[in-house]
């Protein structure tokens, strides 16, 4: 398997667990009666240290504080993304649960282009004592 072949497929996995664990609080938040952009936000929080871990450390082999700036500031115009794509698509679905499931592999692809070639693309930089 080549190195690009098992970074896709741990990123699919690391994401399969990701998303199960975002579906769940957002359907959660929905039937506590949020709002769909509280519910998302919700979710997108509680999942944010979660998705570094899993991400950073399993997918990419990479948990460098370094990233986590530009894995959060990733993760805020993907979720910026995703309401825009859910406000469009609830309405015609009648659902915003069900927008958001059939959203879902849209978001994973964004996200994964997002984070392979903004957050984890560029070497480790490792620190030296002079």
Not at 65 to 88: K, S
């Amino acid at each position: 398997m080549t190195r690009d072949a098992a970074l896709w497929l741990r990123f699919l996995l690391a994401g399969a667990v990701n998303t199960g664990f975002g579906l769940l609080v957002y359907a959660l938040a929905l039937q506590a009666g949020a709002a769909d952009w509280l519910a998302l936000l919700i979710g997108l929080v509680m999942g944010v240290v979660f998705n570094f871990l899993s991400m950073g450390g399993y997918a990419f082999r990479d948990l460098s504080l370094a990233r986590a700036p530009r894995f959060v500031l990733a993760y805020a115009l993907l979720y910026a993304v995703n309401l825009l794509l859910l406000r469009t698509a609830s309405p015609w679905l009648g659902s915003p649960l069900l927008a958001q499931v059939l959203l879902t592999p849209l978001m994973a692809g964004l996200s994964y282009l997002m984070l392979s070639r903004w957050v984890f693309n560029q070497p480790r930089q490792h620190h030296t004592s002079p």
